[in-house]
C-alpha cells in the first residue's frame, strides 16, 4: 500500500507562485504514475499534469507555460510548482499515483490553494 500526503498549499495573490509537494510512503513510487488533479468548488475534479514513469509529462491548457510536475526519486516525491498564478487556479489540489496499467489507484486527501485577485 502506498500513502501519499500533500503539502504546500496555502493563499497567494495573483501572479504569485507555490509549490505543492506530495510526500509517498509505503513504497517507493519510483515506477509510478504520478498526477495532479484540482477540484474547485462545485465543479467537477479535473486532471492538471501527469508524469509517467519514464518522464514524460502532461499539463491541461490552462496548466501548460506555467505549472510543471517534477520527481525526486530519492525523496520519494512528487512536486508540482505553480508559477503566475490566478484566481481560478483556486481549488483543492490532489496527488496520485499508480503502476502502469492501473490508473491512478491511490490518492492523498488534498491541499487547499487559494489565489486572491
Known amino acids: 500500500q502506498v500513502q501519499l500526503v500533500e503539502s504546500g498549499g496555502g493563499l497567494v495573490q495573483a501572479g504569485g507562485s507555490l509549490r505543492l509537494s506530495c510526500a509517498a510512503s509505503?513504497?517507493?513510487?519510483?515506477?509510478?504514475?504520478m498526477a495532479w488533479f484540482r477540484q474547485a468548488p462545485e465543479k467537477e475534479r479535473e486532471v492538471v499534469a501527469t508524469?509517467?514513469?519514464?518522464?514524460?509529462?502532461y499539463y491541461t491548457h490552462s496548466a501548460k507555460g506555467r505549472f510543471t510536475i517534477s520527481r525526486d526519486n530519492a525523496k520519494n516525491t512528487v512536486y508540482l510548482q505553480m508559477n503566475s498564478l490566478k484566481p481560478e487556479d483556486t481549488a483543492v489540489y490532489y496527488c496520485?499515483?499508480?503502476?502502469?496499467?492501473?490508473?491512478?489507484?491511490?490518492w492523498g486527501p488534498g491541499t487547499q490553494v487559494t489565489v486572491s485577485s
Open positions: 496520485a499515483g499508480g503502476e502502469p496499467g492501473e490508473g491512478f489507484k491511490y
Open positions: 509505503g513504497r517507493t513510487i519510483r515506477m509510478y504514475a
Open positions: 508524469l509517467t514513469q519514464n518522464g514524460d509529462t
